[in-house]
């Protein structure tokens, strides 16, 4: 079945500093790839549609300099928080397109 | 605008069974998915439903009711694993060349013995 490999499963950072969380499609090309922000407790937010070889696609409210997604092959998809703050603190998913959504295993982010 | 409203938390007994409501308003529908997820982790999918009616497979099965906006998540002979948090997302009709899914807020299901 259809895999997506997302790294890395947690990690911690500095606040000011910038973290890059990967996602990529194991075992099928992805041309569209959906990154989410949980909340605890919460739902899955989509943050933005990341779409190979052009601009990704934000939501409303998320900041497009903060949050930058590249998407430069079909099989890679890459999330990059930057300047991060403790607000920033949360659980990162991404997901594509297969038979359904397939998603990652997530990135938890503490900012400290 | 989108809108899908599911109950907050549900318990039950272990062996009974449960039903979990999903209500959406959306616009530009074309499908429904359920997915399971255990805290810290990613969600894991279990059902979609494009056509109305019920899907049934194995413990777990899905209605849709397209004209009245409604599904439902049914779990037979309840287990303790299947305490998690229950998923039910809108696929959306393309907007720009995506499906666009889009979740509500999750069903927290707590199985007790």
């Known amino acids: 079945g259809a895999v997506v490999s997302q790294h890395p499963s947690w990690v911690i950072c500095k606040s000011g500093t910038s973290v890059k969380i990967e996602c990529r499609s194991l075992?099928?090309?992805?041309?569209?790839m959906f990154w989410y922000r949980q909340f605890p407790k919460q739902s899955l937010m989509l943050m933005a549609t990341?779409?190979?070889?052009?601009?990704?696609?934000?939501e409303q409210g998320v900041e497009k300099d903060k949050f930058l997604i590249n998407h430069a092959s079909l099989t890679l998809s890459t999330l990059t928080v930057t300047s991060a703050h403790p607000e920033d603190s949360s659980f990162y998913i991404c997901?594509?397109?297969?038979?359904?959504?397939?998603f990652g295993s997530g990135t938890r982010l503490t900012v400290v | 605008g989108q809108n899908i409203d599911q109950p907050t938390e549900m318990t039950a007994t272990e062996g009974a069974i449960v039903q979990i409501n999903c209500t959406y308003q959306?616009?530009?529908?074309?499908?429904l998915f359920w997915y399971q997820q255990h805290a810290g982790e990613a969600p894991t999918f279990l059902s979609y439903n494009v056509l109305d009616g019920l899907e049934e497979k194995g413990r777990f099965s899905s209605f849709l009711s397209r004209s009245k906006g409604y599904s439902y998540l049914l779990l037979k002979e309840l287990q303790m694993k299947d305490s998690a948090s229950y998923l039910c997302a809108a696929r959306l009709l393309p907007s720009g060349g995506s499906y666009i899914p889009t979740f509500g807020r999750g069903t927290s299901l707590i199985v007790h013995p």
């Open positions: 997901s594509a397109s297969w038979a359904g959504y397939t």
């Open positions: 990341s779409n190979e070889g052009s601009k990704a696609t934000y």
């Open positions: 075992d099928f090309q992805a041309t569209t």
């Open positions: 959306t616009s530009g529908f074309n499908g």
